[in-house]
């Protein structure tokens, strides 16, 4: 399975991006996928996922009310809305493909990964 992340961007603080992840094939049907982002000099963490079904989302806490995940799975693509961002949010997102049907938050939990998409928010 590849993935590809798009959507990042330069945005000023307050405003929205949308990112959007595309699997090559249906794999990613059954298996949760999550967001995740790294800074310069930060681990990788958590930001959101969805269960394969859409019936669970989940997010950090920082992200609570501002980020919106879904999934259509007709298009094997997952979406981040991101509203109201922050210069805090300044990363590189990347989506992945659980092992399952869950999304775990710890990365090695994860069997694909796409290539990243660059969002800065300037302040």
């Known amino acids: 399975v590849q993935l590809q992340a798009s959507g990042g961007g330069l945005v000023q603080a307050g405003g929205s991006l949308r990112l959007s992840c595309a699997a090559s094939?249906?794999?990613?049907?059954?298996?949760?996928v999550a967001w995740f982002r790294q800074a310069p000099g930060k681990e990788r963490e958590f930001v959101s996922g969805?269960?394969?079904?859409?019936?669970?989302?989940y997010y950090r806490d920082s992200v609570k009310g501002r980020f919106t995940i879904s999934r259509d799975n007709a298009r094997d693509t997952v979406y981040l809305q991101m509203n109201n961002l922050n210069p805090e949010d300044t990363a590189v997102y990347y989506c992945a493909v659980a092992r399952g049907g869950m999304v775990p938050s710890d990365p090695s939990d994860y069997r694909y990964w796409g290539q990243g998409t660059q969002v800065t928010v300037s302040s």
């Open positions: 094939r249906r794999t990613s049907r059954n298996n949760g």
């Open positions: 969805i269960t394969w079904n859409s019936s669970n989302q």
